[in-house]
């Protein structure tokens, strides 16, 4: 089992929706980020996350320590937030575990 | 702008010969990573570095070298003694006073 899991692998969505990624994680991490790949493959970081909530612009990130566990949402999609959307955490370490990753598609 | 700069964005290399993926950095981070990316997985560590002129290896370094001379250089070669080269390569560096990590654009090597 991965120690960094994310749900669901592959998301479609048409333009408008609410969309919700999730993220699990088994480890005890002193952060939690959130990472956006697009299809040339440059990776840009949404957030960086130790506890509750953080917003920009369309995006929420949110994460439970207790329930190790945290969702990335994008509200009223765009075609433009199509990418990849990866989970990392930070352990005790001074390394990254990352997720297999989210493909998002998002049709007009 | 102040970021990381890998190059070339596309490689490609006979069986057998060694390569060298460029990254650069203007940040004046003191932590720079190395990560291999292939379909269907997570980034994997390849090499690490903290501080010039001293790095450590990550999770699959094997048929990998690097060095760091230079605060704002961190280049990865690739040697012939790495089994399946092919893949995605991502560098990334570290702001020493918190978590945030900045990365490049990348590099795609193939092994032809």
């Known amino acids: 089992k991965n120690e960094v899991e994310q749900s669901p692998q592959n998301l479609t969505a048409q333009e408008g929706e609410f969309i919700t990624i999730n993220c699990s994680y088994s480890v005890g991490i002193s952060a939690l980020h959130w990472l956006q790949q697009h299809p040339g493959g440059g990776i840009v970081s949404l957030f960086m996350?130790?506890?509750g909530k953080k917003k920009h612009g369309r995006l929420i990130a949110t994460i439970n320590i207790q329930e190790k566990h945290s969702s990335l949402h994008i509200t009223a999609s765009h075609p433009r937030d199509s990418a990849v959307y990866i989970c990392a955490v930070r352990g005790n370490t001074d390394k990254l575990i990352f997720g297999t990753g989210t493909r998002l598609q998002v049709f007009p | 702008d102040g970021g990381i700069t890998q190059s070339p964005k596309y490689l490609f290399r006979k069986e057998g010969q060694n390569v060298t993926l460029s990254c650069e950095q203007n940040l004046n981070h003191d932590a720079m990573y190395w990560y291999r990316q292939d379909p269907g997985q997570g980034l994997r560590l390849i090499y690490y570095?903290?501080?010039?002129?001293?790095?450590q290896k990550g999770d699959i370094a094997e048929g990998y070298s690097v060095s760091r001379e230079k605060k704002e250089s961190f280049p990865l070669t690739v040697t012939s003694a790495q089994k399946n080269p092919t893949a995605f390569y991502l560098c990334a560096s570290r702001d020493g006073q918190g978590y945030g990590y900045t990365f490049g654009s990348g590099t795609r090597l193939t092994v032809v």
């Open positions: 996350l130790s506890s």
């Open positions: 570095s903290q501080i010039v002129n001293d790095f």
